[in-house]
């Protein structure tokens, strides 16, 4: 019983010590010899525990610190594309005619909520940069227009929250695939409401010829992103995205802006909530009403 407590104090402690204990309340009653064999298997066995209980615990902490470092590591470092990739959305050059010529012809389908068109003709493109703001019911998403890029895409998002156009009204899909964004501007909540008029694309499919295949290949739109909705060419009206992880789109949809850190904060806390019915594209599953939307 003693060898057999040595030997088990190696392979397997906690039997070594049972073992251990035995063979010493034996020997104790014969008076046989092996002793020392049955003390040694009851050192090793306690030895090999601790260390194992040691060995564990020290996993558990380091299993704690990982998934801890993971729950407090930026959204952003962890969706952010790879610098130098292929995928970017184009440098920006300014067309010839740019915000000289912003039209907004009337759609056959009715507004879906009373609102004039914007003006029409040559719109500013100085500021470069337009400060907006969304409040919704779940906090403030701050936004910077990119007037000096898409002026007359800020001027139609101008319009129509000077004139409450999106007040009131339900962020209607959320999407968790390629597209990983919340998407709001139709007090239908159908998917299909609008102004009653359309408008043509403006960065970054306007870096792009008209026949050019590359247009059908998907860019990177970043975190960020605040970009129009459109069901193709020249058809954007009153939808717009935000987008809160990299997403990989063809580059048809006109980014007009980018969501400040404050309302990056508030865009994940809807994300989180994933999508009502647990599919990738849907209802979200938090419920957004944006209360109000202005400049400045």
């Known amino acids: 019983m003693a060898v057999a407590s040595l030997v088990c104090a190696v392979l397997f402690a906690p039997l070594g010590i049972v073992f251990g204990h035995i063979s010493l309340s034996q020997l104790k009653r014969t008076g046989e010899q092996g002793r020392g064999i049955a003390i040694a298997g009851l050192v090793i066995g306690y030895v090999m525990t601790a260390l194992a209980i040691v060995a564990t615990v020290l996993a558990v902490v380091f299993a704690f610190i990982v998934v801890k470092a993971a729950e407090d590591m930026p959204r952003r470092d962890r969706y952010t594309a790879s610098p130098g990739s292929e995928q970017q959305l184009p440098a920006f050059a300014a067309p010839a005619n740019l915000g000289t010529n912003c039209q907004y012809p009337a759609t056959t389908e009715p507004a879906t909520k009373p609102v004039r068109p914007p003006r029409t003709g040559t719109v500013p ?172």
């Open 125 to 296: 493109t100085e500021p470069a940069t337009v400060e907006a703001g969304i409040v919704t019911d779940h906090g403030s998403i701050g936004l910077n227009l990119a007037n000096g890029k898409a002026p007359c895409t800020v001027n139609n998002f101008a319009s129509l929250a000077s004139q409450g156009f999106f007040d009131g009204t339900q962020c209607h899909r959320l999407t968790t695939g390629d597209l990983a964004a919340l998407q709001c501007g139709d007090p239908s909540s159908s998917g299909t409401g609008g102004p009653g008029y359309r408008f043509p694309n403006e960065y970054p499919t306007n870096q792009y010829r008209l026949s050019d295949p590359a247009l059908r290949q998907p860019v990177v739109y970043p975190r960020g992103t605040v970009a129009m909705a459109n069901s193709g060419p020249g058809t954007n009206g009153s939808q717009f995205f935000l987008v809160y992880e990299d997403s990989l789109l063809p580059p048809t949809y006109t980014v007009f802006g980018t969501v400040d850190k404050t309302g990056l904060a508030t865009l994940d806390a809807i994300a989180d909530g994933g999508v009502a019915d647990g599919s990738d594209d849907g209802e979200p599953a938090t419920p957004v009403t944006i209360k109000s939307a202005s400049l400045g």
